[in-house]
């Protein structure tokens, strides 16, 4: 498996995945462009079909291959997925990315209240968030990335110089 996995996330500030608003977000599908010069992006088939234009050239996997998919690649990935895929692979996350979507009405989105898993103890922030609104985007935005931390029995490791860690300056 890859040494160095990331998870990137769209959600409301009520934790409603809404992943369908990329294409009304330009900024975020530059950052996923950016990303996608440090890891292979990877997003959930059903996803992919409605985005495919809007990133080509990201990796289509099936639902029920997602995990596998991921198990079987050694190179750096940075996963789009559903709820499902979420909780199954952020024990294996290194790094996730998230976007919180301001003033999106939860009643025009497909309503999944995510589970924010990486705001218990064993995540830190990784930089302070970054709050923008951008002329092109619908709405304003937030990004913030969360990092796995190291235990001092080492039962939870940072991924290292992983390429998916943003840099200060980074967008």
């Not at 462009?33 to 289509?60: F, N």
């Not at 996730?96 to 009405?105: A, K």
């Not at 995510?114 to 302070?128: A, C, I, L, S, Y």
Request: proline share 6%; net charge negative.
């Amino acid at each position: 498996m890859s040494d160095c996995v990331g998870l990137f996330v769209m959600m409301t500030q009520d934790n409603i995945l809404v992943h369908d608003l990329l294409v009304q977000l330009p900024s975020v599908v530059q950052r996923l462009r950016d990303l996608s010069a440090k890891a292979v992006l990877v997003m959930e088939e059903p996803l992919h079909k409605q985005l495919a234009h809007t990133l080509p050239g990201i990796v289509s996997v099936p639902s029920n291959d997602l995990l596998q998919f991921v198990a079987t690649r050694e190179e750096q990935l940075l996963v789009i997925a559903g709820l499902a895929a979420y909780s199954d692979l952020l024990s294996e996350a290194r790094h996730v990315h998230v976007v919180t979507v301001h003033g999106v009405n939860p009643a025009d989105t497909e309503a999944l209240v995510f589970d924010q898993g990486w705001r218990d103890v064993r995540w830190r922030e990784g930089r302070p968030p970054q709050k923008k609104c951008h002329p092109a985007d619908a709405w304003e935005t937030t990004y913030q990335l969360f990092k796995r931390m190291r235990f001092s029995d080492g039962s939870t490791a940072v991924c290292g110089k992983c390429p998916l860690e943003m840099q200060n300056g980074d967008p």
